[in-house]
């Protein structure tokens, strides 16, 4: 199937998916549910990640910047502004593209192989928005608040550098993250996020929902899920980089 | 009542069902049957309406399917009931929820009225009730197509499907689920269309057979025609079992 087939059928699921609820009361039962399943559960990797990352880049920044023409802040706003530009809200989303977006996919791709969507199907229940919707919008409600998590636990680790180690003091790695702080960075994080939270959902929705065949095809749509969600999250982040920075 | 008339359906170009016409009738068990591959499942698809057939009629009591508008087939579809060869039980739902689920999303009873039902669907189906807060994977295979024809009959259908309803089951839980299907035909005066290769079931319970091969209807009667049937193929289908073979002999040579 060529690309203009393949997006022309990701559109169309996206029309059924973004009606009314046949039953806002099963909207509403699912969507807790979701943001319990894709958001909460991915905290803990999203800390595990954040924390070490923000320490990693703490420290190497301050080897590559080791000029005593430079300040001595200079290390802790590196590591701010990559945080808040780069790491918290593309890496981060790359990295839950590979954990949330392949739960998607397997889950209704394993209820299409198993006919329970055929299931849905024949009640006359609109699976597509039964399924795909509440996943949708809460993982987009969820991942501005796990990228500001990450911010959060990303400046801590490199802050625990600050403490545990003497490659930066905690004096000049907190005057860095705070001297010239720019709110906008943080608006601009929230918008990546946002466009990143969808394309993760319902991409990986896509390939799950039409997914066809056993086990492996299972394993295939997840592949494809990840591969691709990952692919538009970079294009997206050019595009709206360049909109919104350039 | 479902009549078909002249389906033709091509995958491809490849044709799967070719001028097919049949009646199936109300408050009786029709079944599908054929070899693997013949193109019964696709038959019971288009019928149902998950595949678009190239031309024909499908007629629900005089209301053609294929000339319906999408919101016509959704109210439609709730009069339809269906039990999947691998029942299609809700994973992440137990038992109570599974068959609780058409009632809540589209039958405007209160809470109470929705369980009492459910219960009853259960009940029906000879279900224990220890089961019902029980997930589809811990239960065994015959509960799970009980369930599932317990969540087929919750909406109250005028049309019972059932794809392949013994297929991984033993003969005794077989022909439990064989006999609760007869019953529930009867009891509800339902519209069922088996689609099997089960003698046996055919034997046990089917009231009109049509016989597919190769896309193309090659033999349709009742069961007590089987034994004069004059068609090579279903001969070779049907008596493809020793018993049945011994069965026609002795039906021929009673003495």
Request: proline content about 3%; overall charge negative; charged content about 20%.
């Amino acid at each position: 199937m060529n690309l203009f087939q393949e997006t022309g059928k990701y559109f169309l699921l996206m029309k059924r998916v973004f009606v009314q609820p046949d039953r806002s009361k099963m909207f509403f039962r699912q969507f807790p549910k979701e943001l319990d399943k894709l958001g909460l559960q991915s905290l803990p990797i999203v800390l595990i990640i954040s924390v070490f990352i923000g320490a990693i880049m703490t420290i190497q920044t301050k080897l590559n910047t080791e000029n005593p023409l430079l300040p001595t802040y200079s290390t802790g706003l590196v590591t701010r502004d990559t945080l808040l530009l780069e790491f918290s809200s593309t890496i981060m989303c790359l990295i839950l593209a590979g954990k949330v977006g392949s739960n998607i996919a397997s889950e209704i791709g394993t209820m299409r192989i198993t006919e329970q969507i055929d299931a849905l199907e024949i009640m006359g229940v609109n699976s597509a928005n039964y399924l795909i919707l509440p996943k949708i919008v809460a993982f987009v409600v969820m991942m501005p608040f796990l990228v500001i998590f990450s911010m959060a636990v990303g400046l801590i680790g490199g802050y625990l550098v600050g403490v545990f180690s003497d490659v930066i003091t905690v004096a000049d790695y907190l005057l860095g993250i705070q001297y010239a702080f720019n709110p906008f960075y943080v608006f601009y994080a929230m918008v990546k996020s946002l466009v990143f939270a969808f394309i993760i959902s319902s991409v990986s929705s896509y390939y799950g929902y039409y997914a066809y065949g056993g086990a492996l095809e299972v394993g295939k749509a997840s592949t494809n899920a990840v591969v691709n969600s990952s692919i538009l999250i970079l294009f997206f982040n050019l595009l709206i980089t360049n909109v919104m920075l350039g | 009542m479902i009549e078909v008339k002249n389906i033709i359906k091509t995958f491809d170009g490849v044709p799967a069902l070719q001028d097919i016409s049949a009646v199936f009738e109300t408050g009786k068990v029709n079944m599908i049957i054929g070899q693997s591959g013949s193109g019964k499942t696709v038959l019971m698809k288009c019928i149902i309406g998950l595949h678009q057939i190239d031309s024909g009629c499908i007629e629900y009591d005089g209301r053609n399917l294929p000339k319906m508008k999408p919101q016509e087939i959704l109210m439609l579809r709730r009069e339809v009931g269906m039990l999947f060869q691998g029942a299609a039980l809700f994973d992440s739902m137990t038992v109570l929820e599974n068959v609780m689920y058409p009632l809540e999303m589209f039958a405007h009873e209160s809470k109470e009225e929705i369980r009492e039902r459910a219960y009853f669907c259960l009940r029906r189906v000879n279900l224990e009730e220890r089961s019902y807060d029980l997930y589809p994977s811990e239960i065994s295979g015959g509960m799970q197509k009980r369930v599932g024809i317990a969540r087929a009959i919750a909406l109250r259908p005028k049309y019972l499907f059932c794809d392949e309803p013994n297929s991984g089951l033993d003969p005794l839980t077989s022909m439990i689920i064989d006999d609760l299907i007869y019953e529930i035909t009867h009891e509800f005066n339902i519209t069922t269309i088996i689609n099997s290769h089960d003698m046996n079931s055919v034997m046990e319970i089917g009231e009109k057979i049509i016989y597919i091969e190769k896309g193309v209807k090659a033999w349709e009667g009742t069961k007590d025609e089987i034994f004069d049937a004059e068609n090579e193929s279903f001969n070779n289908f049907v008596f493809a079992s020793k018993l049945f073979k011994q069965l026609k002999m002795l039906k021929q040579n009673p003495y």
